[in-house]
């Protein structure tokens, strides 16, 4: 069974298109990333997987279920950039109180420790740092024990230890057959920890694949090399090459086909070719290629 289904999904605001026709499925016990620059529909799409917005056209599915529903039934966690805690409670009240308004919740200490916050069960939420406030946030997305986990740049304000340590706890809340779905900014984690990416822009789906693909597919590779006093001409005219840059005496090849590049340079033995380096494309070229043709 698919955990989300979008069908042909659009929403307006008056004359602005936030998602065109978005068509999107997730299988349940998948861990899925949500890429794109600011305003491609991103947070829109997890609003209307709350039902917090209705599609404008097309319909969408949660287990099976319109997202009222499922959000009623308690199939569905979320953790959003906005929310503001009690000032007064403890973060074990805070997490208790969220928990107990659920038909299935965690236990409370099992709560606290997925969301790292045993140590800090004692304070006030009003004297927590932005990262400790985030981990509070997750704590309550997971209270109900939600087979769906949305989340909307779960890792803001954390520093680099703080964001290691949640995403430990979210592969070991996902290891239990949990669907997730989350959008980043840090494409690194998208590349760490989801199973695909699906990369938003203009409302639409613009790649949708594991992030070795996307990076295959769409950012391309290099190899670069110094020449000596050899011309570059004809460079171009090898397999799978796409472009050519000279800078400071090195010569760098861009191509769709790495191996094929370097056999074709090797084969080339009047060349005088030193110090070869071989580039992969990393998932922000990608990204960045990707939204940029959109």
Do not use: C
Not at 60 to 69: K, L, S
Not at 106 to 132: K, N, Y
Not at 199 to 208: H, Q, T
Request: charged share 25%.
């Amino acid at each position: 069974m698919n955990a989300i289904a979008f069908t042909d999904v659009t929403k307006r605001y008056g004359d602005v298109l936030a998602v065109d026709g978005l068509d999107l499925e997730v299988p349940a016990g998948a861990t899925v990333a949500l890429l794109g620059p600011n305003g491609a529909g991103k947070s829109t799409s997890i609003n209307m997987l709350l039902g917090l917005l209705r599609p404008s056209s097309g319909e969408i599915r949660v287990f099976g279920e319109p997202p009222e529903t499922a959000v009623a039934n308690g199939e569905i966690g979320a953790m959003l950039q906005e929310g503001a805690l009690i000032p007064e409670l403890t973060v074990a009240e805070t997490v208790d109180f969220v928990r107990r308004l659920y038909p299935r919740p965690l236990p409370l200490e099992e709560i606290l420790r997925l969301a790292d916050l045993t140590e800090l069960a004692r304070r006030r939420a009003d004297r927590l740092s932005g990262g400790q406030t985030q981990r509070v946030r997750f704590a309550l997305a997971i209270a109900g024990g939600p087979r769906l986990l949305l989340l909307d740049e779960p890792t803001a304000a954390m520093d680099v230890e703080s964001r290691r340590t949640f995403w430990d706890n979210m592969r070991a809340y996902a290891a239990r057959g949990r669907t997730i779905l989350f959008a980043t900014h840090y494409l690194e984690e998208a590349d760490e920890n989801a199973d695909r990416v699906v990369v938003i822009a203009r409302g639409r789906v613009v790649a949708d694949g594991s992030a070795a693909e996307i990076k295959a597919g769409v950012a391309g590779q290099a190899v670069s090399f110094l020449l000596g006093e050899q011309p570059v001409a004809g460079l171009d005219a090898l397999p799978g090459t796409t472009g050519v840059e000279l800078q400071g005496g090195r010569v760098t090849l861009r191509t769709s086909d790495l191996d094929a590049t370097v056999a074709a340079l090797y084969r080339k033995t009047t060349l005088d070719i030193r110090d070869l380096q071989l580039h992969g494309a990393d998932l922000e070229d990608a990204f960045l290629a990707l939204t940029k043709e959109a």
